[in-house]
C-alpha cells in the first residue's frame, strides 16, 4: 500500500514538474529572449530588432500553451490549438466592445499555463474518438482552454497580484529579513524546474522586492558556473552564468550539498541590495537573473 501511495505521489510529482518546466520553456523562448533581443536592439540602435523584441514578448501566452501543451505530450493539433488557449489565459489581447482588440498586453503566465493545461489534456481525451479529428481535437482544445482562461485565469492572476502587493509592502517595512527571504526563495526557484520569471511577473515584484529577487537569482547563477568551471569550462560558464542554474539539478539530486554556497550568498547579499544599496527593479528583470 506504501509503494503505491509513493508511486502515485512521483507520478504526481512528475506531472507537475514537466507542466512547469513547459511553461518555463514557452516563457523563456518568448518573454525571456524577446526581452533580450529587445534590449540588444534598443543600445544598438536597431529598430527593426527591437520590434522583434517587442513582438516576441507579446507573444509570451501562446509560446506558454504550446510548451505545456508539449509537455504532457498533446497530438499536433492539440498543441496548436493550445497556443490560442494561453493567449486567451495570458489575457494577451485586451477586448473591448463586441470583437474590437483595444490593444496586446505581455501577459500573466499563470493564467495562459492553466488554459494551455486545460486545453491540451482535453485534446487528448477526444483524440482519435472520431475521423473527423483535424476540427475536433483544436476545436476542443481552444474552446476549453479559452472558457478556462476567460474565467478563472483573471481570479488567479488577481490572487497573484494582491499576494505580491503585500511582498512588495511587507520589503519596503522589513527590508533586512524580507531580503533575505525574498533573495533566497526567488534564487532557489531560478534553479529548480520552475519558472523565477513567470513567478516574479504574475506577482508583480517591484521596487526592493525585485531588487532582492534578482540578487537571489543572479547569486544562483553565478555561483554554480563559477564552481563548477573546473569541469565545464567556458561552455558551462557562459550557459549557467548568462543563461540558467537549472543545469545543475542532475548534480543537486545526486549532492544536495553543492546547493549551500549559491543559497547562502543570496542570503547574505539580499539584504545588502535591500538596505544598502537600496536596488529596485521591474517584474520583468525580477525573476531573470543576469540575464535581465
Not at 530588432?49 to 516576441?56: D, H, L, N, S, Y
Not at 542532475?250 to 541590495?273: D, E, Y
Request: glycine share 16%.
Amino acid at each position: 500500500m506504501a509503494e503505491g501511495s509513493t508511486s502515485s505521489k512521483r507520478q504526481v510529482g512528475g506531472y507537475v514538474t514537466r507542466v512547469l518546466s513547459g511553461m518555463a520553456q514557452g516563457l523563456f523562448a518568448s518573454l525571456i529572449i524577446g526581452l533580450i533581443i529587445k534590449q540588444i536592439g534598443h543600445y544598438a540602435g536597431i529598430v527593426l530588432i527591437e520590434q522583434i523584441g517587442m513582438i516576441a514578448q507579446y507573444l509570451t501566452g501562446p509560446a506558454i500553451g504550446i510548451g505545456v501543451a508539449m509537455s504532457v505530450g498533446a497530438s499536433p493539433l492539440g498543441i496548436l490549438g493550445s497556443a490560442v488557449a494561453g493567449a486567451v489565459g495570458a489575457g494577451t489581447f485586451v477586448l473591448g466592445d463586441g470583437t474590437t482588440i483595444i490593444r496586446m498586453a505581455l501577459g500573466e503566465p499563470v493564467g495562459a499555463m492553466v488554459a494551455g493545461l486545460v486545453g491540451a489534456e482535453l485534446s487528448k481525451k477526444v483524440a482519435g474518438k472520431t475521423g473527423v479529428d483535424i476540427i475536433v481535437v483544436p476545436s476542443t482544445s481552444i474552446i476549453s482552454g479559452a472558457l478556462v482562461g476567460y474565467y478563472i485565469a483573471p481570479s488567479i492572476a488577481a490572487m497573484l497580484s494582491y499576494l505580491g502587493a503585500f511582498i512588495n509592502a511587507l520589503t519596503t517595512l522589513y527590508p533586512l529579513p524580507m531580503g533575505i527571504l525574498v533573495s533566497t526563495v526567488v534564487g532557489m526557484v531560478l534553479t529548480l524546474p520552475i519558472s523565477s520569471a513567470a513567478i516574479s511577473i504574475s506577482l508583480g515584484l517591484d521596487g526592493l522586492a525585485a531588487g532582492a529577487a534578482v540578487v537571489g537569482c543572479s547569486c544562483q547563477m553565478i555561483g554554480f558556473a563559477v564552481s563548477s568551471y573546473k569541469e565545464n569550462k567556458i561552455g558551462g560558464l557562459v550557459s549557467q552564468g548568462l543563461g540558467t542554474s537549472m543545469l545543475q539539478i542532475p548534480n543537486i539530486w545526486k549532492n544536495p550539498l553543492i546547493w549551500i554556497p549559491p543559497t547562502l550568498t543570496s542570503a547574505i547579499l539580499g539584504p545588502i541590495s535591500t538596505m544598502v544599496f537600496k536596488m529596485e527593479n521591474n517584474s520583468l528583470g525580477a525573476g531573470m537573473g543576469t540575464s535581465g
